[in-house]
């Protein structure tokens, strides 16, 4: 049964990491939304050969990404009360590491970054991307935002559970969320893992469409206590 669709990565003459925001492309989650971040977190110019867009949560849970041909997996959660307005972004995709001892040394660079620096990638195009009346009237001010540490884990079962993407603080400022599983191929005292679970590194993420609705007030983040 078909699932989702699979749509064939772009010319790696194509570089994403580059790619400006422009009005309305920061607010719009593409098929190719874990193409770039599969690029951001593995500092690589590689692409994968194909990403698949998954319309079924449960298919997107039991995937698992590959190194040779190069894939990445991608589900989007929409928020609730509608059928296609994005909340969540998942991506799976390959470690920096697995990259460089599949392809060769240099293939990937490994800044330490996180599934947070995509969420504050997304912020910086989300406000980049609004019009000069949309600046003026936003709710709330790219100073104001709390980007939450990652909350990590190695496990899948763990991963896929339920957890707040956003909320806004007693202080009234809105503080956005992300969860990371992280397996690094080399890492030794998770060698006993079959490989098909090595090298992953899977992200829950805001998505731009809801992150820019907070900001302008068309939607609420829940308030939460300390």
């Not at 925001?21 to 951001?40: I, M, N, P, Y």
């Not at 406000?127 to 939450?148: M, Q, W």
Request: hydrophobic residues 40%; aromatic residues 8%.
């Amino acid at each position: 049964m078909q699932t989702g669709h699979i749509i064939q990565a772009l010319s790696a003459t194509v570089l994403l990491l580059a790619v400006p925001s422009v009005h309305g492309q920061a607010s719009v989650t593409a098929d190719d939304f874990c193409v770039r971040v599969q690029q951001l977190l593995a500092g690589t110019r590689m692409l994968p050969d194909s990403n698949t867009v998954y319309t079924d949560y449960e298919a997107f849970r039991a995937s698992k990404t590959a190194v040779r041909p190069l894939t990445s997996h991608q589900f989007v959660l929409p928020e609730p009360g509608t059928a296609n307005s994005p909340m969540r972004v998942s991506c799976k995709i390959k470690t920096p590491d697995h990259l460089n001892a599949e392809y060769g040394p240099g293939t990937a660079n490994d800044k330490g970054l996180g599934c947070i620096d995509i969420n504050r990638d997304t912020a910086r195009r989300v406000y980049a991307a609004l019009d000069p009346d949309e600046k003026a009237g936003a709710r709330i001010a790219s100073t104001s935002l709390v980007f939450e540490p990652d909350i990590s884990t190695f496990m899948g079962s763990s991963w896929v559970g339920e957890f707040p993407i956003a909320w806004t603080g007693p202080d009234g400022r809105l503080h956005l969320q992300a969860k990371v599983l992280r397996v690094d191929w080399d890492n030794v005292w998770l060698s006993w893992a079959p490989d098909r679970l090595r090298g992953a590194l899977y992200c829950h993420l805001v998505a731009p469409e809801y992150l820019r609705r907070l900001v302008l007030g068309a939607a609420t983040a829940p308030v939460r206590g300390e």
